[in-house]
C-alpha cells in the first residue's frame, strides 16, 4: 500500500524566514503534484513534477523532487503571510492520474 | 470560461437516504475523479473515470458508487447514507495524465 507522509504536518513561521515542508512515499513513482489549500475552499495547482531531478519555482516557492529517495521538497523562501495555507503532496503511482494525497501540511505565517 | 461545477454544496440528510452529488465539467476532459477530505486524512480517492462508460474503485470505494454516461458528468452516489461518510467531497478532473488536475469547489455533506 502507498503512503504518502508530510512533515511537518503544522508549521508557524514568521515573515520573511526560509523553510522547507518533506514530502516521503513508499513506492516507486516520479511523478508527484503539490497543491494549495485556503480554508474553506477547494485545492489549486502549484507544481506537477514529472522526472527525477526536476526542479519548478514560483514567486517564493520551489518544488523539487528525488525519485531515487522517493522525497519531494517545497521550499519556502522569505515567507509572507499571503502563504498561509494547507500544502499538500500527491503521488502518481500508475501514471494514470490516479493521486494518493498526503495529510497536508497547515503553514501559518505570522509577522 | 470552461470550470467545473458541484451540486449541492451544503447538504444535510439522514442516515439510510440514498444521495448523489453531482459534478459537471466543460473542459472536454476524460479524466475525472472523486475524493473526500476528512481532517487528519488529507484526500482520499473514492472512484475516477478515465472516460465514458469506464468507471474504477479507488481506496475508500465501499457504500459509494459512480456512472459515466457522458463526458461531462460522475456522479457520484451514496447508496445508504451513514454518518461515517460525513465529509467534504471534491471532485477533480484531469485532460491526460501527468497534467494538472482541476478542482471543484467541493460539497459539504452532513449525515444526521
Known amino acids: 500500500e502507498l503512503k504518502v507522509e508530510q512533515n511537518p504536518l503544522f508549521l508557524s513561521m514568521q515573515e520573511g524566514k526560509n523553510y522547507t515542508i518533506y514530502c516521503n512515499y513508499s513506492?516507486?513513482?516520479?511523478?508527484l503534484y503539490w497543491y494549495r489549500q485556503d480554508p474553506g475552499k477547494s485545492l489549486e495547482s502549484l507544481f506537477v513534477?514529472?522526472?527525477?531531478?526536476a526542479v519548478k519555482q514560483e514567486g517564493r516557492l520551489m518544488a523539487s523532487l528525488d525519485t531515487k529517495a522517493r522525497l519531494s521538497t517545497l521550499h519556502i523562501t522569505a515567507a509572507v503571510h499571503d502563504l498561509s495555507a494547507t500544502y499538500f503532496c500527491?503521488?502518481?503511482?500508475?501514471?494514470?492520474?490516479?493521486?494518493?494525497f498526503g495529510k497536508g501540511t497547515k503553514l501559518s505565517v505570522k509577522p | 470560461d470552461a470550470e467545473i461545477t458541484q451540486s449541492p454544496r451544503h447538504k444535510i440528510t439522514e442516515t439510510g437516504r440514498q444521495v448523489t452529488l453531482a459534478c459537471h465539467q466543460t473542459?472536454?476532459?476524460?479524466?475525472m475523479f472523486w475524493y473526500r477530505q476528512d481532517l487528519g486524512h488529507g484526500l482520499r480517492l473514492i472512484h475516477y473515470?478515465?472516460?465514458?462508460?469506464?468507471?474504477n474503485k479507488g481506496e475508500v470505494s465501499d457504500g459509494y458508487s459512480v456512472s459515466r454516461s457522458n463526458t461531462e458528468d460522475l456522479p457520484l452516489t451514496l447508496e445508504s447514507a451513514a454518518s461515517s461518510q460525513t465529509s467534504v467531497y471534491f471532485c477533480?478532473?484531469?485532460?491526460?495524465?501527468?497534467?494538472?488536475?482541476?478542482f471543484g469547489q467541493g460539497t459539504r455533506l452532513t449525515v444526521v
Open positions: 500527491a503521488v502518481d503511482v500508475g501514471s494514470q492520474g490516479n493521486l494518493i
Open positions: 513506492t516507486t513513482s516520479d511523478r
Open positions: 513534477l514529472l522526472s527525477n531531478g
Open positions: 473542459w472536454n476532459h476524460n479524466n
Open positions: 473515470s478515465y472516460g465514458v462508460q469506464d468507471t
Open positions: 477533480a478532473t484531469q485532460r491526460e495524465p501527468d497534467t494538472e488536475a482541476f
